[in-house]
């Protein structure tokens, strides 16, 4: 297996455009609205085995109606990977540390774009029940869920593409196609 590092969850993504404010606050309003509409979480059901399934339905309505949409946006560009799949649908279950508000993974986004080094100050290390925690799990989210897919027997493959979602993929990496494949679908779902 790679080895997860958590440095490398560190660095963010300077070659990758910024999403624009408008499609940010579409996503920030979309999750704000998720809490008050039914998730039909059939499909992901009907794709991962019951303890994967598992690991998906502990995910907060929000990043699982994300993560469904990442899944179904690269299955209509044709792809049909089941370790990217996999990987669609649990991206994010590293978030399930903690509940997650919305103003939260806004500034995220925001400080992220706007303002790096704040971003690592607020996001450093913290315990679980302190004001950072939130920020720390955004931030550690990417590791924290390989390492859970990788206990529910999740592949090679799918728990590096998890642990890698958020990292500039590498040309030269045998799979920078399906990292890259992930990450856009993630930027637009």
Known sequence: MPSLNPVTLISSSPHRPVSSVSHRLRQGVTGMLAMFQHV???????????????????MSKADR????????????????????????????????????????????????????????VLSRSAEPGTWRYPFYILQTHP???????????????????????????????????LLQALQDADAVS
């Open 40 to 58: 039909d979480d059939s499909p992901a059901k009907a794709f991962l085995d019951p303890e994967t399934y598992t690991l998906y339905a502990n």
């Open 143 to 177: 590791l924290r869920g390989s390492h859970f897919a990788e206990q529910v027997g999740c592949s090679e493959r799918t728990v590096w593409l998890i642990c890698q979602h958020e990292n500039d993929p590498d040309p030269a990496c045998a799979n920078h196609a």
């Open 65 to 120: 109606a994300h993560s469904l949409r990442v899944y179904q946006r690269l299955l209509a560009q044709g792809h049909d990977d089941t370790d990217l799949l996999t990987a669609a649908l649990l991206h994010d279950n590293g978030k399930s540390a903690t509940h997650l508000r919305v103003w939260q993974r806004s500034l995220k986004v925001l400080l992220k774009g706007l303002s790096p080094q704040r971003w690592q």
